[in-house]
Structures are given as C-alpha cells and as structure tokens.
C-alpha cells in the first residue's frame, strides 16, 4: 500500500480539472495541446476489449484526435451541428502508479450531455497517464475512457470525452 | 392513407413519404418483407463449433442461431420459451449444449427440442416433441453468409441472391483464408425509419454534402484533395447497378480491386442484399427494425483469416475512424440523412419525395441487370422496386 501524498493527488486532479474546463468550454485546440506527440486517446467498447482483436469505440493516435479536432472546427460536422453542450463531473481522484517518468492517475467522470433537445449521461472509469511537461505542468501521454455504457447501442458520441 | 403499396411508389418515381411513417406500412412489411423472403442471420465463422450460438433477429422477432451440438448443422430458432414466452437465451453469443429457462426451467437442447420440464407430474398429457424452439422452416448458407426463412417453401438461398452472388464470392474470399466477423460490432440505434439505413448505404450523391468534414480532414491527411468525390462523380468506371430482387452494388472500377479512395475500408464494391444486409467500408452491416421509427444498426468489421494481427488492427482502426457512434462519418449520416430526414417528414401537408436522379439513363446490363451512373439513385429504385412487389403481394391491412 503506497502513501498517499495529498499535494501530488490535489497537483494532477486539479489538472483533470483544467482539461475538463477546455472540453466543456470547447476550446478543442488548447486541449489537443496537452496530449503528448506519442500520445494515445482511447474510448474502449465492452469489458477486457482488447484493440488488436476486438472493435473499439475509438482508438486515436495523436494524429487521429488532431483531425477529429480539425473536423468538430470545420463547419460541417452535421453531427455537431449544433454542438453538444458538456459537463464534466470528476471524482475519486487518485494517483494509481507512480514511474520514472510518468504518473498514472485514476478517476471516475459523469459527462452529462445535451444537445438538441436531448439529454445523456456518459459514466465512466477514467486513466490519465500523465508525464511532466518542460514548461511545467503535465501532459497526457495516453488518456482512456472506460464507460459504463461503451458496449449498449449508442446514438451520437462524436463530441470529445 | 394511401392503403395499395403499388401507389406509394409513382411511374416517375414519386415515393410517398408515409413509407417511412406509417406504422401500418410497417407491420405490413413484417409480413411481406420479414415473413417469408430470406433473412440474413449469421456469418458462419460465428459459429465455427458445435455448441456455438449467437442471438440476433429475424425481423423484430428475437432469434438464436446455433450450431447444433450434436449434428453439427445450422439452426435458427425463435429465443421464446415454449411455456411462458421468456427468451431463453441472453448472451450475444457463447457456446452451450442446452437452454435453460431461468422462468421455470424449461430447458432445450441447443437445435431446439424440449429435453426437460421441472415438476412435470402436474403435466399428464404435455406433448413435447410439439413444444420443442420454435424453428424457422429453412435455414441455408452462401460462401459462409447464413440466412433463413420464415416460409417453409419458395425460391432457393441461390436463386434468391441471384446475381449478387459474385460479390458475395469476393467478399469471402478478403482474406488469405476468407474474412471472420470475431471482432465484436458497433452497434447503433436512431430514431427512424430502418430503410433510411439501407437506401442510405450506396447513395453517393449525399457523400460530398454530408461527409464534407470528412473530406477535409482525408485532404489533410493526404495533402491534397481526396479523389473520391471526383471519381463518384466523373469516372465512369464508377457504376451503380440494380441487380434484381432488391439487390444492389455500387462499383469502384473492377470489382476484384477497385477502391474508391475514401480510406473507408478495403472492399472494391458497396453492396445491399435485400432487405437489410449491407457490406459497406469493410463491415458487414445488419439493420435491424425496431418500431416504424427505431432502428438498430450492427456494424461488424470483417478481419481477414490468415492475415497478421498487425494488418486485422489496421481493419479496425481504419473503421472506427468513420463508423460507428464515435466515428467522423457514420454518425453525420445518423443526424443527417436519418434524424433530420425524419423531423422533415412530419410536414405531410406534400409528404411526396423525388427518387429519379439518373432514372433516364438506367442501361440493361447482363441477367436483367439496370446499371447507372456512381451518384444516380439506382440502389434506392432496386430496393424499392422488390419492396413494392412484395407489398403489393401482401396489401395493407
């Protein structure tokens, strides 16, 4: 059982926070920036999904989230026209594992989400691997969101997690 | 109401909006579409092992189909138990000897008969070689792809797929050793119409317009302009072609090894197999009517057999990156051309649409075949042109 250090947890939590800030405010372009070039963006489908055999929801590497970002700013993402509008809830923050150069940072996130008259709610285990950024700070090597509903039939999930 | 299906459908392809409204229409076409014609069920490398099973369904009623434990033959049987109407089968799919109702525990051997019956001294005189999973009469398979039928007599699997069949014989044969569908599906649910789906499937007038982010992001990707739209729209080798019985195909140039340049997936062709089987990208796509206004869409990505895991993630990959409710394409179709089409829809005071694009130059091509140009609306007027014959045979009631 690790000590727990409540400074480093309240350090990367208030970072989740801040991610979330530019996910609900959509400011895309500035949240694209804190992935790492190597970085991975993965929304799995189902328990034990294992992504070299089975389907994903998505699986972006750095290059792919750059475009979906291009494509959610081109104007005519019919899909996120108009957008959806977000709220990101964020709890049970904790650092999971700590390595050389990295810290892998576990928590649970309700994404409440309406657009268009409609309104869904997205509940999920949440993993930031995060690892320390040369201005200071962090950024996110591999991001994955395990939601509870990944494997039910889904409408519309084409806004950013 | 226009109750004669004939007259929902006009000589100059005037199509009446209530096909897609009309819940009377809709249970019609349970019986003239989903009650009689082959229904796709199952690829067989689904059901590689005696035992296996999956659940899926023919038309809106819940089926399971099973490869029996014993005789090692297809099955496809209603998950209904016989005493009290529970499915007795829950799982997607798994491998299993017998069924067991958990109501009162009923319990079936896999290829459907009742073996057990709990208490049944309360029963005297229960006849169980009647109470057996209610079977679909005709079960038969094509390079793999399993379908059934509701009827216990009409035209063959073959007869019926007709001129389909070479597609179906490329499809197969993707993959070093053929293709499996082991990867799992997207699957996916609007609120709308099933034949929005299916009619939305080859219609490559609409790619241009509703998948214009998508372009822009293949033009960054590519550093340029991405051909597909100039060859949907100027290379003639590009041809839509009704293939009689409801079928249809768009081709990209030579079926064998056409691509159309949209880094959907790796099929030289898009095909539709009437009524709800789409191969579109490099996914098997089954649409699955729920209510006049609900659909449910299964999209299974087919990996090729033989080939390294390396190259089936590439499959997957390329897939989520259009389809599925994440994807940067498949869901602009969803809001577009299912969503929106159905809120537009409810302005009945004219509910009459036009699906003649391309209807004057309609060539005969070979075995009855009508081919048109890539962008006409061929598929839709191939689909609907079985679809009329078939309601037109039922009637409305």
Redesign the interface.
């Known amino acids: 059982m690790s000590v727990v250090d409540p400074v480093r947890t309240a350090d990367v939590a208030e970072f989740l926070y801040r991610e979330a800030e530019l996910l609900d405010a959509r400011r895309l372009e500035e949240w694209l920036e804190l992935f790492t070039p190597d970085a991975t963006y993965w929304i799995p489908q189902g328990d034990d999904s294992d992504p070299v055999h089975d389907v994903q929801l998505l699986l972006d590497d750095r290059r792919r989230l750059r475009e979906r970002v291009l494509r959610l700013a081109s104007g005519f993402a019919y899909s996120q026209d108009p957008p959806s509008r977000t709220v990101h809830l964020i709890g049970n923050v904790r650092i999971a594992r700590e390595a050389d150069d990295a810290v892998e940072v576990a928590s649970v996130q309700l994404i409440t989400e309406v657009r268009r008259d409609r309104q869904a709610q997205y509940a999920g285990h949440v993993e930031h691997e995060l690892v320390p950024a040369e201005e200071g700070g962090w950024r996110i090597r591999r991001k994955v969101v395990r939601l509870a509903n990944s494997d039910v039939p889904l409408g519309n999930v084409t806004f950013l997690l | 109401m226009i109750t004669d299906p004939a007259a929902l459908i006009t000589d100059d392809w005037r199509v009446h909006g209530s096909i897609y409204t009309s819940r009377e229409l809709f249970e019609a076409e349970q019986r003239a579409i989903f009650h009689g014609p082959w229904l796709y069920v199952a690829h067989e490398s689904e059901l590689r092992e005696p035992g296996d099973y999956k659940t899926t369904y023919a038309g809106t009623q819940p089926v399971i189909v099973s490869r029996g434990a014993d005789d090692g033959e297809l099955h496809v049987m209603l998950n209904r138990c016989r005493h009290r109407g529970a499915t007795v089968c829950q799982a997607e799919r798994g491998n299993a000897h017998f069924f067991r109702c958990p109501y009162h525990g009923w319990t079936y051997r896999n290829d459907g008969p009742l073996r057990g019956v709990t208490y049944d001294d309360a029963y005297p005189d229960l006849d169980r070689d009647a109470l057996g999973l209610t079977k679909l009469p005709r079960v038969a398979s094509y390079r793999g792809f399993i379908f059934a039928s509701f009827a216990p007599e009409g035209e063959s699997l073959e007869d019926y797929l007709g001129n389909a069949k070479p597609y179906l014989d490329i499809i197969s044969e993707q993959g070093p050793d053929g293709i499996r569908l082991?990867?799992?599906?997207?699957?996916?649910?609007?609120g709308g119409n099933w034949k929005l789906q299916v009619e939305n499937t080859i219609d490559n007038y609409h790619f241009g317009f509703?998948h214009?982010?998508?372009l822009?992001?293949l033009a960054?990707?590519m550093g340029e302009a991405p051909p597909i739209m100039q060859r949907i729209l100027f290379d003639e080798t590009y041809r839509t072609i009704d293939l009689g019985n409801g079928h249809s195909v768009h081709e990209f140039g030579d079926k064998r090894t056409g691509n159309n340049g949209g880094q959907l997936g790796d099929l030289p062709f898009n095909l539709i197999v009437f009524p709800n089987l789409c191969f579109v990208g490099a996914q098997l796509r089954h649409v699955l009517p729920k209510a006049v206004d609900r659909t449910?869409v299964r999209l299974y990505?087919m990996l090729h057999d033989g080939a390294s895991?390396e190259h089936?993630?590439g499959i997957?990959?390329t897939?989520?990156?259009f389809y599925?409710?994440?994807?940067?394409g498949g869901?602009?179709d969803?809001?577009?051309a299912f969503e929106r089409v159905v809120d537009g829809l409810a302005a009945t005071e004219d509910d009459w649409l036009v699906m003649s694009r391309g209807m004057h130059r309609e060539q005969p091509g070979e075995n009855g075949t009508l081919i048109g140009h890539s962008a006409d609306e061929v598929p839709q007027r191939a689909f609907y042109r079985q679809w009329r014959r078939l309601m037109a045979k039922e009637g409305v009631r």
């Open positions: 082991s990867a799992g599906s997207h699957r996916l649910t609007y509703v214009r982010s998508f822009e992001v960054d990707r449910e990505p895991d089936n993630a997957l990959r897939h989520e990156g599925g409710p994440a994807g940067m869901p602009d969803v809001e577009v």
